[in-house]
């Protein structure tokens, strides 16, 4: 198993302004993935990080408004640019083992005012 | 889109055995079922995975039908704690990205 930490976990912050979300690790993984969770809905992929390499975005997503960072392999960070209250949700930051079961960590509640 | 379908939510007493279906008909041969659950202001853990024969664990039961299009997701004495939104996905195996559907609410009650 993976023990992940996500920091900060919760925050609310000023439209327009950025928030960058970090994520490690407790064992070298591969990919990273980057989740967004609405309120009241289910989680939603924004991309997929691997090190050594530009994040991967999922449809509806851009690098622009979600620049990702993934400097090692126990490390990643998220940043949610330029915010409105549309982007008030809690991000989740998830790696996989070998069997391809999925850790995820606490999430990062972000709240937009 | 989610390629499975499951009740929007379910009732279980406490210490009863949970069973919680979940339909996934264009289930491809090399697609695995796989389940997590999400307790309420955590992240989504991981219960178990299964691609053709029944599987336990320490958690739960997965049962899968012969022709694969339906699965159940057993806990046999649920508790309190168990109460949480439980999603079934269908993905292939090694690092394919996870599909999230909108899942069953679970409630176990006293």
């Known amino acids: 198993s993976a023990v992940i930490s996500q920091k900060p976990s919760r925050d609310i912050c000023q439209r327009g302004t950025s928030l960058t979300i970090q994520c490690q690790v407790d064992?070298?993984?591969?990919?990273m993935f980057w989740y967004r969770q609405q309120p009241g809905q289910s989680l939603t992929l924004i991309a997929t990080a691997n090190q050594g390499s530009e994040a991967t975005y999922e449809s509806g997503f851009v690098i622009d408004k979600f620049p990702i960072s993934r400097p090692n392999l126990t490390f990643s960070t998220l940043t949610v640019s330029n915010m409105s209250p549309e982007d008030s949700s809690i991000y989740l930051c998830s790696v996989e083992d070998p069997r391809a079961e999925a850790f995820f960590g606490q999430g990062t509640r972000l709240t937009v005012v | 889109d989610a390629k499975t379908t499951q009740p929007t939510s379910m009732d279980c007493a406490e210490g009863r055995a949970a069973n919680l279906p979940c339909n996934h008909s264009?289930?491809?041969?090399?697609?695995?079922v796989y389940w997590y659950r999400q307790i309420h202001s955590q992240g989504p853990q991981y219960i178990i995975h299964g691609l053709k024969n029944n599987e336990t664990n320490e958690m739960a039961s997965l049962i899968i039908t012969e022709d694969r299009k339906s699965s159940t997701l057993i806990l046999p004495h649920a508790t309190l704690r168990d109460t949480a939104v439980y999603y079934c996905i269908v993905r292939n195996s090694g690092y394919s990205t996870l599909t999230f559907g909108k899942g069953t609410m679970l409630l176990v009650s006293p």
């Open positions: 064992s070298q993984v591969t990919m």
């Open positions: 264009t289930i491809s041969g090399n697609e695995y």
